[in-house]
């Protein structure tokens, strides 16, 4: 027990050393730095971990490493999760607690890394990263995702301030973030595909798709015609097909158009209208048919004397 107690009063006071000196180095460069993004990593047991990353004019996006890239402190006793940057540099700087690139760039991609260790057992755990929006917007990027390692986009960091996520033990999960300022919109939209006619208050299907020049995913908001516009439906896969329905309520000509947005945001124009027609309902049909023979039962009592046939027509109409 004694033993135990030893090692963890050591190691508790090598990370403190270490946090310190840290410290020092950084407090040399903070002020070159241009935007600077912490990202808190907390485990739903109450462990917790962060990283930083940014850009500054002087710094490097390695290799070599600069003085901007701090080591990840060694690892404290299980239970603990961990995060790090993976930069491509050599050991130890392949473990980053800080991760600084050069400042301005088009385009960034920083690997992350999270590492849950239980103290046994093969339990998994839930996993929040976490960052503030206000920060990421300072940097010089129009696009800021927080991706899987493939890099699919699963957070966009500008409008979202968090990711969860189901974190297995022992085994190191990747993810990317990706950054760039070209981002360009879908593309307009296909005609949409549907009935051209139908019955008021039934309910139509109608299609559309787009694509992405960047492959992001996409949204789609419909407008019907009738002072009825949809909200953002989606996320879909750049290129998938998107369907949805409506209602109309009142018999009319209306035109349908479909315009889409983005992961990030960035408008298509709208698409080519599809006209449609809602003639009469058969329940307004037998409202008006009702309405013409009382008109006519009424004539024939000689309730409307002094008037035409063909007025007492006009007036039912």
């Known amino acids: 027990m004694k033993k135990i ?32 993004v912490i990202l808190n990593c907390n485990e739903s047991g109450g462990e917790h971990d962060f990283v930083v990353f940014g850009e500054a004019p002087d710094a490097t996006d390695g290799p070599p490493h600069d003085s901007y890239d701090i ?12 995060t790090w940057f ?21 385009e960034k991609v920083w690997n992350l890394t999270v590492q849950w260790m239980p103290s046994s057992g093969s339990s998994p755990t839930t996993v929040t990263i976490n960052w503030d929006i206000d920060k990421v917007h300072d940097s010089e990027y129009t696009s800021f995702s927080f991706c899987a390692e493939t890099g699919t986009p699963l957070k966009n960091m500008f409008f979202n301030n968090y990711y969860s996520f189901n974190c297995p033990p022992y085994i190191p999960q990747n993810f990317k973030i990706i950054c760039g300022t070209n981002n360009l919109p879908p593309a307009t939209p296909q005609k949409p595909q549907g009935e051209t006619s139908g019955k008021t208050g039934v309910e139509y299907t109608y299609s559309s798709t787009t694509t992405d020049p960047d492959n992001n995913q996409v949204y789609y908001q419909w407008n019907w015609g009738d002072g009825v516009t949809s909200a953002w439906l989606g996320p879909y896969t750049s290129g998938q097909i998107t369907e949805t329905t409506h209602t109309w309520t009142k018999k009319g000509n209306y035109q349908i158009t479909v315009k889409a947005k983005d992961f990030y945001g960035a408008e298509s124009n709208w698409s080519d209208s599809l006209p449609i027609t809602m003639p009469v309902s058969q329940n307004y049909v037998i409202d008006e048919m009702a309405a013409l023979i009382h008109c006519i039962i009424q004539f024939l009592r000689g309730e409307y004397a002094g008037m035409t046939f063909i007025q007492i027509l006009r007036m039912a109409q």
């Open 5 to 36: 107690m030893y090692i963890a009063c050591v190691s508790s006071l090598l990370l403190s050393l270490f946090i310190s000196c840290n410290t020092s180095i950084q407090a040399e460069t903070t002020n070159n730095i241009s935007w600077s």
């Open 71 to 82: 080591v990840e402190p060694p690892a404290p006793m299980t239970p603990y999760i961990r």
């Open 86 to 106: 993976n930069d491509n540099l050599p050991s130890p700087y392949d473990f980053l607690w800080e991760d600084y690139r050069s400042y301005p760039d088009t």
